[in-house]
């Protein structure tokens, strides 16, 4: 590989990620240009994830970097990486995803026609049993002042394409400038890191090409296991949201529209979370827990003013709408069956609402 006048840096954070970490880095050898650099940091491994980025960096002849770390969580390690890049241009790539072999140069073209501060680009859903679910936009959009940007801030956020650090390229100098970096959080980084993003970006590309592969884990990931305090997270999340939509002065009924849908898809996601294998509460503290969902002051009104697309998402939000506790908690049962038992329709269903 050449690194010659490399624009971009990919910024790779692996931790255990051996099954998936050699397709990961033959992406990045099978770009179609050799003009970028790879910094791979490993996030305290104990598999053979560290034993295959060493050999990769040795067939990269130069061109990337292995930064060994402690295991610190993928903020830390983001952080980190982003200190060491000196190129204008960042991309995040997980070790467990991949990019198509076009991804950079494509990135490359718009760094030289637009100079942006942050280009968007869409991503594959990927489940285990090779199902895929495109998520990009149709259109490609050049916003190259705020006023733009803030025109279409939420499209832009209701497009789904906002809340990942990985399917963007980022300016250094603007994340450098407004000290922007991962907040060391168990829930959410990757979205309030976006969040800041936005709060400062004046050049924005959106577009249309689909180029980022994020493997979408059904089991076993710590954004899939039970979590006690999901719904409390959920809901200051919806909070906090609401409160950054107001100080970029976009909460009109649009906004207001996509953030109560939102929070009622996520609340879906608690009920589901409630009825996890995991969960070793009696089914009485369960179903108390469902009510407490139902009954919270946010509920209510954010399904009154949520306009759903899917014909599954109508039916769950059915019964949460009517105050029917135990109808919901049945349906998180049926959920929570097909993430365990039929993983390859619930990542359709996942990937499609």
Same mark, same amino acid.
């Given at each position: 590989?050449?690194?010659?006048?490399?624009?971009?840096?990919?910024?790779?954070?692996?931790?255990?990620?051996? +099954?998936?970490?050699?397709?990961?880095?033959?992406?990045?050898?099978?770009?179609?240009?050799?003009?970028?650099?790879?910094?791979? #940091?490993?996030?305290?491994?104990?598999?053979?994830?560290?034993?295959? @980025?060493?050999?990769?960096?040795?067939?990269?002849?130069?061109?990337?970097?292995?930064?060994?770390?402690?295991?610190?969580?993928?903020?830390?390690?983001?952080?980190?990486?982003?200190?060491?890049?000196?190129?204008?241009?960042?991309?995040?790539?997980?070790?467990?995803? &991949?990019?198509?072999?076009?991804? +950079?140069?494509?990135?490359?073209?718009? #760094?030289?026609?637009?100079?942006?501060?942050?280009? #968007?680009?869409?991503?594959?859903?990927?489940?285990?049993?090779?199902?895929?679910?495109?998520?990009?936009?149709? +259109?490609?959009?050049?916003?190259?002042?705020?006023?733009?940007?803030?025109?279409?801030?939420?499209?832009? &956020?209701?497009?789904?394409?906002?809340?990942?650090?990985?399917?963007?390229?980022?300016?250094?100098?603007?994340?450098?400038?407004?000290?922007?970096?991962?907040?060391?959080?168990?829930?959410?980084?990757?979205?309030?890191?976006?969040?800041?993003?936005?709060?400062?970006?004046?050049?924005?590309?959106?577009?249309?090409?689909?180029?980022?592969?994020?493997?979408?884990?059904?089991?076993?990931?710590?954004?899939?296991?039970?979590?006690?305090?999901?719904?409390?997270?959920?809901?200051?999340?919806?909070?906090?949201?609401?409160?950054?939509?107001?100080?970029?002065?976009?909460?009109?009924?649009?906004?207001?529209?996509?953030?109560?849908?939102?929070?009622?898809?996520?609340? +879906?996601?608690?009920?589901?979370?409630?009825?996890?294998?995991?969960?070793?509460?009696?089914?009485?503290?369960?179903?108390?827990?469902?009510?407490?969902?139902?009954?919270?002051?946010?509920?209510?009104?954010?399904?009154?003013?949520?306009?759903?697309?899917?014909?599954?998402?109508?039916?769950? #939000?059915?019964?949460?709408?009517?105050? &029917?506790?135990?109808?919901?908690?049945?349906?998180?049962?049926?959920?929570?069956? @097909?993430?365990?038992?039929?993983?390859?329709?619930?990542?359709?269903?996942?990937?499609?609402?």
């Amino acid at each position: 590989m050449e690194e010659k006048n490399a624009q971009i840096t990919v910024v790779v954070v692996v931790h255990n990620a051996e +099954v998936y970490v050699e397709r990961c880095l033959n992406s990045l050898m099978n770009q179609d240009t050799r003009q970028f650099r790879v910094l791979l #940091v490993d996030d305290g491994s104990q598999d053979r994830s560290l034993g295959i @980025c060493r050999a990769a960096v040795e067939r990269m002849e130069g061109a990337a970097r292995l930064i060994e770390l402690p295991h610190g969580g993928v903020a830390t390690a983001r952080n980190y990486g982003l200190e060491q890049v000196e190129t204008p241009y960042v991309l995040f790539l997980d070790g467990d995803d &991949w990019l198509d072999a076009n991804t +950079v140069s494509n990135m490359m073209e718009i #760094v030289e026609r637009s100079q942006p501060e942050v280009a #968007v680009f869409g991503f594959y859903y990927e489940s285990a049993n090779g199902g895929q679910h495109l998520r990009y936009s149709h +259109v490609r959009l050049e916003l190259l002042t705020r006023e733009s940007i803030r025109e279409q801030f939420v499209r832009l &956020w209701n497009s789904g394409l906002m809340y990942s650090c990985c399917n963007k390229l980022f300016s250094v100098k603007m994340l450098r400038e407004h000290q922007i970096t991962f907040q060391n959080l168990s829930f959410g980084e990757d979205l309030e890191f976006c969040k800041d993003v936005m709060r400062v970006c004046t050049r924005l590309v959106l577009s249309d090409q689909c180029l980022y592969h994020y493997t979408c884990h059904i089991r076993g990931s710590l954004s899939t296991r039970y979590r006690e305090d999901l719904f409390e997270l959920r809901r200051d999340e919806y909070c906090r949201f609401e409160a950054y939509f107001q100080k970029m002065g976009c909460l009109d009924g649009r906004a207001e529209e996509y953030l109560s849908r939102r929070y009622i898809e996520r609340l +879906v996601g608690c009920v589901e979370n409630e009825c996890s294998p995991e969960n070793r509460k009696p089914l009485g503290r369960r179903l108390e827990k469902i009510r407490q969902m139902i009954r919270d002051p946010y509920t209510a009104p954010c399904a009154d003013r949520a306009r759903l697309t899917s014909l599954r998402m109508k039916l769950l #939000v059915f019964p949460i709408r009517h105050g &029917w506790y135990r109808l919901t908690l049945l349906s998180g049962y049926v959920m929570s069956f @097909c993430r365990n038992y039929l993983p390859g329709l619930f990542a359709y269903l996942k990937m499609s609402r």
